[in-house]
């Protein structure tokens, strides 16, 4: 399993868009940031992705491959070996999410 992603995560669509999560559990964090999970809603913004000059950005992150071995708040964890795709408001994939720096610290538990 690859370094956990936080909320500290730099996570981005393959047109240089960024993704920013909501966690969906705020009880494991690794360092002082939340531990994200497959439940989490990730938005993505600045995406400049067009099709034949029609605007058609990423927006969400859809997670099609997530940790096996662990889980926070029941739901399984992200990390840097999980698979995402980008997905516009059409529901269109757009190419798999980047993980430019997972923001993984020291895990702990409340």
Same mark, same amino acid.
Do not use: R
């Given at each position: 399993?690859? *370094? ?8 981005s669509c ?13 009880k494991v964090? *690794? ?22 000059? $029609?605007?058609?950005?990423c927006m969400?992150?859809?997670? $099609? $491959? ?45």
């Amino acid at each position: 399993m690859g *370094a956990l992603l936080t909320t500290a995560a730099s996570i981005s669509c393959p047109h240089g868009g960024s993704a920013s999560a909501v966690p969906a559990q705020q009880k494991v964090t *690794a360092g002082s940031e939340t531990v994200l999970t497959a439940a989490d809603t990730f938005v993505i913004g600045g995406c400049p992705f067009n099709v034949a000059g $029609v605007a058609s950005p990423c927006m969400t992150v859809q997670w $099609v $491959v997530t940790d096996t071995a662990s889980t926070a708040g029941s739901n399984p964890t992200l990390s840097s070996d999980s698979v995402g795709l980008c997905v516009a408001a059409t529901g269109a994939v757009q190419g798999p999410v980047i993980v430019d720096d997972p923001g993984q610290g020291q895990v702990t538990s409340l």
